[in-house]
């Protein structure tokens, strides 16, 4: 299935792009979402650590991602 | 302002001139807007319950800001002052924690986003 991951701050920077898109298996994680990008993108490791939101929610390693999710990348915040 | 309430604690944040001795030149603020909202509304909530507030206020800007705006102004109104010092300091410290909102800060020598690497 295709997922498109939307990326925000420094995450946008290293996919150079707001929005990257990837082919992965229908019943694929938060944690193979990240190993995926982690391949394609290796300066996403060298982040302090980053999360993951799916459907404006953060999500955990074990949750599995559906087709029509809105994914997010989410570096270490810095509101206020 | 209710009549009720006693008293109205404010938080204004500003931006600063430096950080760690480095010299800030400005700021530029990005959110993920409706997750944003929504992460907000939940630390209000989560506010009202544990004191006893009368009203919340959480305002956040994004884009560009000079030295000496303001990204930030959080406001508690409540019969007793304990309540609203309480609130607003757990309002502004849960915000900087889980609102994706990130800061890049601009020095004379480039920009960096602020608590990327560690």
Redesign the interface.
Known sequence: MKINVLAFGVAKDIFGSGEVSLEMSNDATIYNLKYLLEQQYPRLKQLSSYMVAVNNEYALPGDTIHERDEVAIIPPVSGG | MSAESGGIDVFI?TVRNQTKGKKVLKLD????E???I?EMYKIAARAFERWPVQKILIH?RTGLLQVGEV??IIAVSAAHRDAAFEACRYI?DT??????????ESFEDGDV??????
Not at chain 2, 29 to 32: D, M
Not at chain 2, 95 to 104: A, F, M
Not at chain 2, 113 to 118: D, I, L, M, R
């Open positions: 944040g603020f990005e959110a993920y409706p997750m944003a929504s956040h990204p930030v502004i915000l900087k924690q889980t609102v994706p909102i990130w800061k890049k986003w602020v608590a990327a690497h560690p």
